[in-house]
């Protein structure tokens, strides 16, 4: 029902910033919520940030300072900026949304994932 198509990652050296952006498309498209989650080999999947559609937004600790998500409602698109990129960060970058469904009925949606590599 809704399909979520990430583009901008890529390789990069610590220090330095990288942008990724996720378009929801499909219908019903009633989003609540978008944003990123990351997961590297072994570890859980963990927050990275999200943003409401009334454009609250909650960050990970690890990224706090550095990422800042931001979303463009007319192209249901969300935007995260990365700054001063830490090999830390490399990891699969999962797009996610909540999706209201009905009155009752809400729904979770990932995308395929695209990879970040922070390294010399």
């Known amino acids: 029902q809704v399909q979520l198509k990430e583009s901008g990652g890529g390789l990069v050296q610590p220090g330095g910033s990288l942008s990724l952006s996720c378009t929801a498309s499909g219908y019903p498209l009633n989003i609540e919520i978008m944003g990123w989650f990351r997961q590297n080999p072994g570890n859980r999947r963990e927050l990275v940030a999200t943003i409401t559609s009334s454009g609250d937004t909650v960050y990970g600790d690890s990224v706090k300072e550095r990422f800042t998500i931001t979303k463009d409602n007319s192209k249901n698109t969300a935007y995260l900026q990365m700054n001063t990129l830490k090999p830390e960060d490399t990891a699969v970058y999962y797009c996610?949304?909540?999706?209201?469904?009905?009155?009752?009925?809400?729904?979770?949606?990932w995308g395929q994932g695209t990879r970040v590599s922070v390294s010399s």
């Open positions: 996610y949304s909540r999706s209201r469904l009905s009155g009752v009925t809400s729904r979770d949606d």
